[in-house]
């Protein structure tokens, strides 16, 4: 009997979230299509780099009455941050303090979007960023775009270095690194089937 009230339990479980996706769908990030990339001005030049691996947790969202059910909690080691140029990437890690403070946070709890077409939203996500002990609020600006089960999300933001008393390197107090990082995404979301999200039963040996 036990093992039938687990079967229904599961099957009722099912029944729920199958419903509740229906308007409202659970999406996770489809890796490697998309892109976390940072751009900073100098001196001399422009500096352009990428995240070479991050993490999102999966998240509910309605695109009809786009809101966030829960946070959207991003995460990303500070030695996935890369320009290209090695030693460049060093002074980097450096400024970062990467041996103590190895991973950069993001989260969001809630975010207002304008529809500018039915598969289309332009939303503005207030958020905050902890880079090693500091925490402060980010906006991103983004536009998500509905492509069938699938979501299409792009966006910037900009945040200060000094802001999070982050000392940009210098060569000899000639070439300057500037204060002002630009953040770029372009991301895109598949929509987790009911089964992904339902607890996976046990052995029927051991459910008795």
Same mark, same amino acid.
């Given at each position: /009997?036990?093992?039938?009230?687990?079967?229904?339990?599961?099957?009722?479980?099912?029944?729920?979230?199958?419903?509740?996706?229906?308007?409202?769908?659970?999406?996770?990030?489809?890796?490697?299509?998309?892109?976390?990339? =940072?751009?900073?001005?100098?001196?001399?030049?422009?500096?352009?780099?990428?995240?070479?691996?991050?993490?999102?947790?999966?998240?509910? =969202? %309605?695109f009809?009455?786009? *809101?966030?059910?829960?946070?959207?909690e991003?995460?990303?080691?500070?030695?996935?941050?890369?320009?290209?140029?090695?030693?460049? %990437?060093?002074? /980097?890690?450096?400024?970062?303090?990467?041996?103590?403070y190895?991973?950069?946070?993001?989260?969001?709890?809630?975010?207002?979007?304008?529809?500018?077409?039915? +598969?289309?939203?332009?939303?503005?996500? #207030?958020?905050?960023?902890?880079?090693?002990?500091?925490?402060?609020?980010?906006?991103? @600006?983004?536009?998500?775009?509905?492509?069938?089960?699938?979501?299409?999300?792009?966006? %910037?933001?900009?945040?200060?270095?000094?802001? =999070?008393?982050? @000392?940009?390197?210098?060569?000899?107090?000639i070439?300057?690194? =500037? +204060?002002?990082?630009?953040? @770029?995404? %372009?991301?895109?979301?598949?929509? *987790?089937? #009911?089964?992904?999200?339902?607890?996976? #039963?046990? +052995?029927?040996?051991?459910?008795?």
């Amino acid at each position: /009997m036990r093992m039938i009230k687990i079967g229904v339990g599961i099957l009722a479980a099912g029944i729920l979230i199958s419903t509740g996706l229906a308007a409202m769908m659970v999406y996770t990030l489809r890796l490697p299509e998309s892109v976390l990339e =940072f751009k900073v001005g100098s001196t001399l030049h422009e500096v352009e780099g990428r995240v070479a691996s991050f993490s999102v947790k999966p998240f509910s =969202f %309605d695109f009809e009455k786009p *809101a966030l059910q829960e946070n959207i909690e991003v995460t990303f080691p500070v030695r996935a941050m890369l320009t290209g140029m090695q030693a460049r %990437d060093v002074l /980097m890690y450096k400024m970062f303090d990467a041996d103590h403070y190895s991973e950069i946070f993001y989260k969001a709890s809630t975010m207002q979007c304008a529809s500018e077409n039915p +598969d289309r939203l332009s939303c503005s996500v #207030p958020g905050e960023l902890t880079i090693r002990k500091t925490t402060l609020p980010v906006l991103l @600006h983004a536009v998500i775009e509905r492509q069938g089960s699938k979501l299409h999300a792009r966006g %910037d933001a900009k945040l200060s270095l000094k802001a =999070f008393d982050l @000392h940009p390197p210098s060569v000899m107090g000639i070439l300057k690194v =500037f +204060d002002e990082v630009s953040i @770029h995404f %372009d991301t895109g979301w598949d929509a *987790a089937s #009911p089964q992904e999200l339902l607890p996976k #039963p046990k +052995d029927p040996l051991q459910a008795v």
